[in-house]
């Protein structure tokens, strides 16, 4: 079984629409991150949590929310589904394995949102 | 604002060949080093990190760092088609754990 789940794999929905992403892992990692990744921008980071108390946003998070319901579960949420938020989304973790991957981090399998 | 920057490519090379990906970054405190490696529609796997400044090799990779300039490298060697992929370099910060990517180089290896 793969260690990062993301759930749904692909989803379509509508402009004012909210929908959440799951994530779930079972590495065991304390940080968990969400990402965008949109065709010539790179990864940008939406947020992140470094415990189940520990929540801060990224470079763009706006229109973004999230929720670490347990160590293995972070959720994203878009309130309000505008088509500029059309693009393929990463969870990730990383934690400390052993010395020389500290900082690695771990990606799920993505999720395509297209909002129409 | 902390920086990574790699030329987009495509860099296309032929089958049995040396594939070399640069990235520069702008943070001099930076001290954690990382290639990534993304097939079309998949999510990156890491593939090489690097620490120190020289080379690092694993199998046909080889990672080469120059804290000094500010840049490291990867090195494919004998490159194969499916090397063919977007290579993402990420940079961190020692203790930071939030790492800043490039918006990485699409590799194409053709037979």
């Known amino acids: 079984d793969a260690d990062v789940t993301q759930t749904p794999r692909n989803r379509i929905t509508k402009t004012g629409k909210r929908i959440m992403l799951e994530c779930s892992q079972t590495k065991g990692h304390d940080r968990m991150y969400w990402y965008r990744q949109d065709p010539g921008l790179g990864l940008r980071l939406i947020y992140y949590s470094f415990d189940v108390k520990d929540i801060n946003k990224g470079e763009i998070s706006d229109g973004y929310s999230v929720s670490r319901q347990a160590q293995a579960k972070f959720s994203l949420s878009l309130e309000s589904a505008i088509p500029n938020q059309t693009a393929l989304y990463f969870c990730a973790t990383s934690g400390e394995e052993r010395e020389g991957l500290r900082e690695t981090q771990y990606f799920g399998p993505g999720t395509r949102l297209l909002v129409l | 604002q902390k920086e990574v920057e790699q030329n987009s490519g495509p860099l296309s090379v032929p089958e049995g060949a040396i594939a070399s990906l640069n990235c520069t970054y702008s943070d001099r405190g930076s001290q954690s080093f990382f290639w990534y490696r993304q097939y079309s529609g998949k999510s990156p796997e890491l593939i090489m990190f690097?620490?120190?400044?020289g080379d690092k090799e694993d199998g046909r990779f080889t990672a080469q760092l120059n804290k000094a300039s500010q840049y490291v490298s990867l090195l494919i060697r004998d490159s194969q088609p499916s090397d063919s992929a977007t290579y993402l370099c990420?940079?961190?910060?020692?203790?930071?754990?939030?790492?800043?990517f490039g918006r990485g180089t699409s590799l194409i290896v053709h037979p």
């Open positions: 990420a940079v961190s910060s020692g203790g930071s754990y939030i790492p800043t």
């Open positions: 690097i620490y120190s400044n």
